[in-house]
C-alpha cells in the first residue's frame, strides 16, 4: 500500500479523504488544510490525522492528493514535485500554462509522477462506449448545472467545461484548427454560460454548451460518425449506439430498413452497451496508484492536463472579450 496524504479538505476533499480510506491500494497517513479548525474538526469527527504543519505531512507520505482551490494547486504540486512524491491533482491542473509546463519540467527532472483528475474519463457511461467512437466527425455536447456559488472561484469554462474539453481531445486525435467561443456573466464576475465550436484539422466540429445557470442538471454527449450515432449521458450514466449497415436481402418483419435518394437500403441497429456502475473518484485514485506501481500508463497525465487548459484559457479568453 502506498502512504498517501491530502491537502485541501473542503467539499470534494473529504470525498478524498474517505476513499483514500476505503482504498487498498493507499494507506492515508493524514491530512493538511489551511483552515485549520476545519482540520482539527474532521480530525475529531473521523479519525483522520491531521497536520497542521504540510511540510511534516509531506515528509512522511509517497503519493499527495492535491484537492485545494486551483489557485493552490501549483504551490503544492511543486511542494510535492521538488520532495520526490508523486501526487494527483485536481482540475484545472494549475491557473495558467506556464505553471503547468513549470510544473511537467520537474516531474521530468525529479522522476515524479502525477495524474490530473478529470473523473468523467472514469464515467461508467463513457468506458462502455468509447470503443465505439471511431473518427467522430460533428460532437455536440452540453453539461448544464444548477447554479452553486461554491464553484465561483473560476470560471464555468475552468470549472465544468474543461470536462468536456478534455473527454473530446482523448477522442479526436487531430490538431485543433479554430475556436470560437462566446459566455455571458449573469450572477457572477466571469462568464456562467458559454458555447464554443471547435473546428479540428481533420474536419470534424465539436459544439460545446456549458452553463452553471441551469433550471435543471444534463451531462450529455452525442457523437456522429460514418455510419453511427453515439449517445452517452454522463449523469444519467446511460449510453446508445444507433449503427448503419447494408440492408439483408430478406429481411425480417421486425428489421428497421430505410432507403436513401439513391435507393440504398440500410437497417438500422440499436445498441445499449453493459455499463458497469462504479466510484469514479475511488477509480481514478486506484488508477494512479497502479500506475505508481508501473502496471499501466496514467490514463490522465499531465500533459493532458495541460492540453485541455489550453483549450480551456483560449475559450475564456475570447468569453473575457466580449464581456469587457
Do not use: W
Amino acid at each position: 500500500m502506498l502512504k498517501a496524504g491530502l491537502v485541501g479538505a473542503g467539499h470534494l476533499g473529504k470525498i478524498h479523504l474517505k476513499l483514500l480510506q476505503q482504498s487498498e491500494k493507499y494507506e492515508l497517513v493524514g491530512f493538511h488544510d489551511a483552515d485549520a479548525e476545519n482540520g482539527r474538526k474532521l480530525e475529531a469527527e473521523f479519525g483522520y490525522k491531521f497536520f497542521e504543519n504540510f511540510d511534516e505531512l509531506l515528509s512522511q507520505i509517497e503519493m499527495l492528493d492535491i484537492v485545494t482551490p486551483t489557485l493552490f494547486h501549483f504551490y503544492y504540486a511543486m511542494k510535492a514535485a521538488q520532495s520526490g512524491k508523486h501526487f494527483f491533482i485536481e482540475k484545472p491542473v494549475t491557473q495558467t500554462l506556464d505553471q503547468a509546463e513549470i510544473l511537467l519540467a520537474k516531474c521530468r527532472e525529479t522522476g515524479v509522477k502525477a495524474q490530473v483528475g478529470h473523473v468523467e474519463r472514469y464515467n461508467p457511461a463513457f468506458i462502455a462506449t468509447k470503443d465505439f467512437i471511431k473518427n467522430p466527425m460533428f460532437i455536440e455536447i452540453h453539461r448544464l448545472a444548477e447554479f452553486n456559488p461554491r464553484g465561483t472561484d473560476v470560471s464555468v469554462v475552468l470549472d465544468l467545461m474543461i470536462h468536456d474539453i478534455d473527454i473530446l481531445l482523448s477522442l479526436v486525435k487531430s490538431e485543433i484548427k479554430t475556436i470560437h467561443a462566446a459566455g455571458v456573466a449573469v450572477v457572477s464576475k466571469t462568464a456562467d454560460i458559454t458555447n464554443a465550436r471547435i473546428e479540428f484539422e481533420n474536419g470534424c466540429v465539436a459544439n460545446l454548451t456549458t452553463s452553471r445557470i441551469a433550471m435543471k442538471q444534463m451531462r450529455k454527449s452525442r457523437f456522429f460518425q460514418r455510419d453511427a450515432y453515439i449517445s452517452v449521458d454522463f449523469l444519467e450514466k446511460k449510453a446508445e449506439v444507433i449503427r448503419m449497415q447494408r440492408a439483408p436481402e430478406n429481411p425480417s418483419d421486425f428489421d428497421m430498413i430505410i432507403e436513401n435518394a439513391d435507393g440504398e437500403k440500410n437497417q438500422i441497429l440499436f445498441e445499449y452497451p453493459e455499463i458497469t456502475p462504479n466510484n469514479a473518484i475511488l477509480d481514478e485514485l486506484n488508477s494512479f496508484a497502479e500506475a505508481i506501481e508501473g502496471k499501466h500508463n496514467i490514463e490522465v497525465s499531465l500533459e493532458d492536463g495541460m492540453d485541455a487548459l489550453k483549450v480551456a484559457l483560449e475559450i475564456e479568453q475570447q468569453c473575457n472579450n466580449l464581456l469587457m
